[in-house]
C-alpha cells in the first residue's frame, strides 16, 4: 500500500501569512495528488487535483506543486476562512484512495 | 447543481451489517465519467477511503475493508449504497458518500472527490 504523510501535523498562522504544507507518499505517485479542506463538522472540500490544478471556484491563493512523493501545498495570503484541516490524497492506486493524516491550521 | 444526502440507521449493533444509502438529486447518477465513493471518520480523526462505484457496477474497495464491504447502484433510483457487515466499535464514524469527478489535466485523466453529503454519523453498540 501507498502511504501518505503530512508535515507539520498542525499549525499556528496568522491573517495575511503565507502557510505551507507538505505531503510526502511512500513511494513515486507521479502527480496523482488531491489536496482537500475540511472544516469543523463539515464534510472535505477540493482545493487541489492533478497536484497542482485548482479545482474549479477555489481562490488563486491556493496552489499546489509537486510530483513523484513529495508535494506541498501553499496558501499565499492566510484568510480568516482558510482555518481549517487539509488533507492530501493520493488517487495514483486505484487499489486504494490513501489520504494522508491531516494537517490543522488555527489561529495563531 | 447535483447534490449528494446520506440516509440510514444511525445506530447498528456489533455484528450486524451497517447500509446506508445515498441519493443523488440535481443530476443522473449514470451521466457523466464518474464513480461515487464512500469514505468514513471516526470522531477526531482522519479521512478513511473505503470504495467506490462506477455506474457500470465496477468496484474498487479498500483492502483492509474488502472482505467486509459491498457497494452497489441503483439506477434506476439515483442513489448507491454502502453495506458493512460484522460491524464493530471501531466502524463508529462519520460516513460521507462523495463523487469521484474524472477531470482533464496535463494531458491525463485524474479524479478528485468534488461532490459531498453532509455525513451522517453511524454508532455501533449494543
Known amino acids: 500500500d501507498i502511504q501518505m504523510t503530512q508535515s507539520p501535523s498542525s499549525l499556528s498562522a496568522s491573517v495575511g501569512d503565507r502557510v505551507t504544507i507538505t505531503c510526502r507518499a511512500s513511494?513515486?505517485?507521479?502527480?496523482?495528488l488531491n489536496w482537500y479542506q475540511q472544516k469543523p463538522g463539515k464534510a472535505p472540500k477540493l482545493l487541489i487535483y492533478?497536484?497542482?490544478s485548482l479545482q474549479s471556484g477555489v481562490p488563486s491563493r491556493f496552489s499546489g506543486s509537486g510530483s513523484g512523493t513529495d508535494f506541498t501545498l501553499t496558501i499565499s495570503s492566510l484568510q480568516p476562512e482558510d482555518f481549517a484541516t487539509y488533507y492530501c490524497?493520493?488517487?495514483?492506486?486505484?487499489?486504494?484512495?490513501?489520504f494522508g493524516p491531516g494537517t490543522k491550521v488555527d489561529i495563531k | 447543481q447535483v447534490q449528494l444526502q446520506e440516509s440510514g440507521p444511525g445506530l447498528v449493533k456489533p455484528s450486524q451489517t451497517l447500509s446506508l444509502t445515498c441519493t443523488v438529486s440535481?443530476?443522473?447518477?449514470?451521466?457523466?465519467?464518474?464513480?461515487w465513493s464512500w469514505i468514513r471518520q471516526p470522531a477526531g480523526k482522519g479521512l478513511e477511503w473505503i470504495g467506490r462505484?462506477?455506474?457500470?457496477?465496477?468496484?474498487n474497495y479498500n483492502p483492509s475493508l474488502k472482505s467486509r464491504v459491498t457497494i452497489s447502484v441503483d439506477t434506476s433510483k439515483n442513489q448507491f449504497s454502502l453495506k458493512l457487515s460484522s460491524v464493530t466499535a471501531a466502524d463508529t464514524a462519520v460516513y460521507y458518500c462523495a463523487r469521484d469527478l474524472q477531470q482533464l489535466a496535463h494531458y491525463y485523466y485524474y479524479y478528485g472527490m468534488d461532490v459531498w453529503g453532509q455525513g451522517t454519523t453511524v454508532t455501533v453498540s449494543s
Open positions: 440535481g443530476g443522473s447518477i449514470s451521466s457523466g465519467s464518474y464513480y
Open positions: 462505484i462506477y455506474t457500470s457496477g465496477s468496484t
Open positions: 490524497q493520493q488517487s495514483y492506486s486505484t487499489l486504494i484512495f490513501t
Open positions: 513511494q513515486s505517485i507521479s502527480d496523482y
Open positions: 492533478a497536484a497542482s
